[in-house]
């Protein structure tokens, strides 16, 4: 069972950065990957990059358009989200997803976090 919890979501306007916060908890957290995903209002939940507490891998989906960056702290168990030069189109409930990869790869993400809602204004 995997924990996740979002936070540093709010208003801003457009231009402006924020960091979202995942705090993962639970067992062999490392057996998984991590990611953020979003959904804004009628529209589908689409991907927007995931890594792992191992390694250097990260995977990015085409939303992040080199605006976005996902880092983590191990020692913390929690992974980031940077949001820069956001956009009135970024507006949307951004969740921390976890999907296990050891000893196999799941064919979905397990576990999700409640989901933090930004909000950009123009």
């Known amino acids: 069972q995997v924990h996740l919890v979002e936070s540093g979501g709010g208003l801003v306007q457009a231009g402006g950065s924020l960091r979202l916060a995942c705090a993962a908890s639970g067992r062999d957290l490392s057996s998984y990957a991590m990611g953020w995903f979003r959904q804004a209002p009628g529209k589908d939940r689409e991907f927007i990059a995931a890594t792992r507490w191992i390694g250097s891998s990260v995977w990015e989906g085409d939303v992040m358009k080199g605006r976005f960056t996902i880092s983590r702290d191990n020692a913390a168990n929690m992974v980031f989200l940077h949001l820069t030069n956001l956009e009135p189109e970024d507006t949307a409930v951004y969740y921390c997803?976890?999907?296990?990869?050891?000893?196999?790869?799941?064919?979905?993400?397990?576990?999700w976090g409640q989901g933090s809602q930004v909000t950009v204004s123009s």
């Open positions: 997803a976890a999907k296990r990869v050891l000893p196999t790869a799941s064919s979905s993400w397990n576990y």
